[in-house]
């Protein structure tokens, strides 16, 4: 009854250290996924200054 007792604790105790993992990634992924979104947006941004600033400069400076 006692190994019984101890395999059933064992059981518990992993699935509670499995399911803590799991929403552990989970939200790190979920951080991850924000970060880069963030980061893409901007990098466009950036792209996007970069051509119009581009388009009306001339020589003399005058549009």
Do not use: W
């Not at 399911?19 to 939200?27: G, I, N, R, T, W």
């Not at 790190?28 to 600033?53: F, G, M, P, W, Y």
Request: hydrophobic share 45%; aromatic share 6%; proline share 0%.
């Amino acid at each position: 009854m006692i190994i019984l007792g101890s395999l059933a604790i064992g059981v518990l105790a992993g699935y509670a250290v499995a399911v803590f993992s799991v929403l552990s990634s989970k939200a790190e992924v979920h951080s991850l996924q924000n970060k880069n979104r963030k980061l893409t947006e901007e990098l466009n941004n950036l792209r996007n200054v970069a051509i119009d600033e581009g388009i009306y400069d001339t020589e003399d400076g005058e549009y």
